[in-house]
């Protein structure tokens, strides 16, 4: 089972990248998936949430109206979709998913099992 993110990289204050996180090995596509953010010397935080439907989305406070989720269940894939971008959003962002499927978005590392190697978003001018 594997997680695969990428799209990070160095962007603008103000400015939008859309990060992709591939699933192989199984399906994903009954199970809740999140986006989560670190930065050195700080906890792991949650981002975003989207139910294994699509149907449901859940965002941190600190990106509502900025950054969106979304998942093609076709392609075992979800996207975060970033716009408007501030300095302190800069962080590696990781995927994550969790068993069983049908369950819940949950919002701390502890509740998800499968995580990617996460991706470097800097943003700076």
């Known amino acids: 089972v594997q997680l695969q993110a990428s799209g990070g990289g160095l962007v603008q204050p103000g400015g939008s990248l859309t990060l992709s996180c591939a699933a192989s090995g199984r399906s994903f596509s009954r199970h809740a998936m999140a986006w989560f953010r670190q930065v050195p010397g700080k906890e792991r935080e949650f981002v975003a949430g989207i139910s294994w439907t699509g149907n449901m989305e859940n965002y941190a406070d600190s990106v509502k109206g900025r950054l969106s989720m979304s998942r093609d269940h076709t392609k075992n894939t979800v996207h975060l979709h970033m716009n408007n971008l501030k300095p302190e959003d800069t962080a590696v962002y990781y995927c994550?998913?969790?068993?069983?499927?049908?369950?819940?978005?949950?919002?701390?590392?502890?509740?998800?099992?499968?995580w990617g190697q996460g991706t470097l978003v800097t943003v700076s001018s």
């Open positions: 994550a998913t969790k068993d069983p499927r049908y369950s819940e978005i949950a919002y701390y590392p502890r509740d998800y099992e499968f």
